[in-house]
């Protein structure tokens, strides 16, 4: 069989955030963790490696050149980290047991459960919980070698129960010894007495709803959108799906924003008419329109655009807290936050 182990700059020995631009890179042989794993008997074929500026920057063509990498290997099973509570190696790792699930790849990764890795997987991975740091390299190495060996080897991998991975939210057929009445009957009884239970595990998300403004005559209003507005011809590069990253540009001097100089490209949905008035992604005109008739304040000087399709929760949490404290900074009391 042919194992392929993904890694990081500093994992596979390149550097520390030094290195953290570092091109993919392929590695005869194991590096790093991929020594543990030999020792724990998983033979490692391949390593390769990506520092985490450059995969979250540069995203499409570090997956397609790591992809293409694993491809051409024949690989049986790639192995992701451990990433333990790295955020963009974890990412790094999620997205590419992603792209490799589509292509029917088994990936075993291993990480913290509140990883964004974790969301970004989308359920490819069989992933084995960490703690947040290399403490747990001695209890992670081995339960990833043995799912690995398994999964190369095309012998069956139990339920996230009885292994220990993390569930991949992933819906499978089971036989029950009871009927499906008896089953809800057996849940409301269960409830009923202080027991809260379910088959089907509900959201966990949730966000309180802010206190009403005093005052929006008085307040500062910011504009953010995920629509993927941008300057024309994108300068900084935002992606047009899976964004990890969100970006900011002036609008000070601007009464609105016009089609020769900005568009969208998102690409979760038709951009034409949007591209033919950006003001329909970023009201711009309307809130300057609001600020003369007294309805509002003023408008910030500039306005936070990402682009919000295929992006994990995780991923979107982060980067609204990451604006969030921007706005929060700059004395801005409210957002008029623009979606598709």
């Known amino acids: 069989m042919t194992v392929v182990h993904y890694l990081n700059q500093f994992f596979a020995g390149l550097g520390g955030e030094e290195a953290a631009d570092h091109e993919p890179i392929r590695l005869e042989g194991p590096r790093g963790p991929g020594n543990a794993l030999?020792?724990?008997?998983?033979?490692?074929?391949?390593?390769?490696?990506?520092?985490?500026?450059?995969?979250?920057?540069?995203?499409a063509d570090s997956l397609a050149t790591l992809l293409a990498w694993i491809e051409e290997a024949g690989a049986d099973v790639v192995v992701c980290g451990p990433s333990f509570g790295s955020g963009r190696y974890g990412y790094a790792c999620?997205?590419?047991?992603?792209?490799?699930?589509?292509?029917?790849?088994?990936?075993?990764?291993?990480?913290?459960?509140?990883?964004?890795?974790?969301?970004?997987?989308?359920?490819?991975?069989?992933?084995?919980?960490?703690?947040?740091?290399?403490?747990?390299?001695?209890?992670?190495v081995p339960a990833v070698a043995s799912i690995a060996s398994r999964l190369a080897a095309g012998t069956p991998v139990g339920s996230a129960e009885e292994e220990g991975y993390l569930?991949?939210?992933l819906r499978v057929n089971a036989r029950s010894e009871a009927l499906g009445a008896e089953r809800a009957v057996g849940l409301i009884l269960a409830k009923l007495a202080g027991?809260?239970?379910t088959e089907i595990a509900p959201p966990t998300d949730r966000v309180a709803p802010p206190d009403p403004l005093a005052d929006p005559a008085s307040a500062v209003f910011a504009l953010v959108t995920e629509a993927g507005c941008v300057p024309q011809g994108n300068p900084d590069r935002l992606p047009t799906r899976h964004?990890?990253?969100?970006?900011?540009?002036?609008?000070?001097?601007?009464?609105?924003?016009?089609?020769?100089?900005?568009?969208?490209?998102h690409a979760g949905?038709?951009?034409?008419?949007?591209?033919?008035?950006?003001?329909?992604?970023?009201?711009?005109?309307?809130?300057?329109?609001l600020v003369q008739a007294g309805r509002i304040g003023r408008i910030h000087d500039e306005f936070f655009t990402t682009t919000g399709v295929d992006t994990p929760v995780a991923v979107s949490t982060?980067?609204?807290?990451?604006?969030?404290?921007?706005?929060?900074?700059?004395?801005?009391?409210?957002?008029?936050?623009?979606?598709?």
Request: hydrophobic share 45%.
């Open 38 to 59: 030999v020792a724990a008997g998983l033979q490692i074929d391949l390593t390769v490696a990506c520092g985490d500026d450059r995969f979250a920057l540069d995203e």
């Open 269 to 289: 949905f038709d951009t034409t008419e949007a591209n033919r008035d950006p003001d329909r992604l970023v009201p711009l005109d309307a809130a300057r329109a």
């Open 318 to 340: 982060r980067m609204g807290q990451e604006i969030g404290a921007e706005i929060r900074n700059a004395g801005v009391d409210a957002v008029i936050l623009t979606g598709t």
């Open 94 to 140: 999620g997205v590419l047991a992603r792209e490799l699930g589509r292509t029917g790849t088994p990936v075993v990764a291993a990480m913290t459960p509140d990883s964004p890795g974790v969301l970004a997987s989308e359920g490819a991975a069989y992933i084995v919980p960490t703690t947040a740091n290399v403490a747990g390299m001695r209890d992670a």
């Open 195 to 197: 027991d809260v239970r």
């Open 167 to 169: 569930p991949r939210g």
């Open 243 to 265: 964004a990890n990253v969100w970006l900011r540009y002036p609008i000070g001097d601007r009464a609105e924003l016009a089609p020769e100089d900005y568009l969208s490209v």
